[in-house]
């Protein structure tokens, strides 16, 4: 193995452990069950090995992979096969059961508000980067994000009448 074979499995290496989780986090989120979510992050990956892009920083790197993750998901959502398929839906982690019923509320919505709302608040994007990512106007983020708390709130309010879960926003 030759030094300059061995430092790119080293880099890649290095930008597979820096991302994974939040890769995976992300197209859990959009994809809803495990398996899909592996391939994408597969085919993300895989991309990178394919490319090598030169990132300016780690926050770049990130940036593009995320875009590469949520692009491959949605051409997987789009995809003939994956329409005529039935989504095998499962138990997502997380820590209380008042976050468990969010999670799964979240995982209803329309995919446009579900890559909004994970990269907002769990993966901690602001609009303007979302909206680099999605390839989409800063303004046409804030109307998805709106729309999508709007959805979460009534969809959790006709769920629950004490309003345990409400989302503020």
Not at 12 to 39: G, H, Y
Not at 66 to 85: A, D, E, G, H, P
Not at 126 to 152: C, F, P
């Amino acid at each position: 193995m030759s030094d300059q074979s061995k430092r790119t499995l080293d880099w890649i290496e290095n930008v597979v452990l820096r991302n994974e989780n939040k890769l995976f986090r992300t197209a859990l989120a959009v994809m809803k069950n495990k398996p899909d979510a592996e391939d994408i992050i597969q085919e993300t990956f895989i991309k990178l090995i394919e490319k090598q892009p030169y990132f300016e920083s780690p926050d770049h790197e990130t940036a593009w992979l995320m875009k590469v993750t949520i692009n491959s998901c949605k051409n997987r959502l789009n995809s003939y096969w994956y329409k005529k398929t039935v989504p095998l839906l499962e138990s997502y982690p997380a820590q209380t059961d008042e976050h468990q019923h969010i999670m799964e509320t979240m995982l209803t919505l329309p995919v446009k508000y579900r890559i909004v709302i994970h990269l907002y608040y769990y993966e901690g994007y602001s609009t303007k980067e979302i909206a680099e990512i999605t390839n989409q106007k800063e303004s046409t983020v804030r109307e998805q994000m709106t729309r999508a708390r709007r959805k979460l709130k009534d969809i959790l309010k006709e769920n629950d009448d004490e309003g345990i879960y409400a989302i503020h926003g």
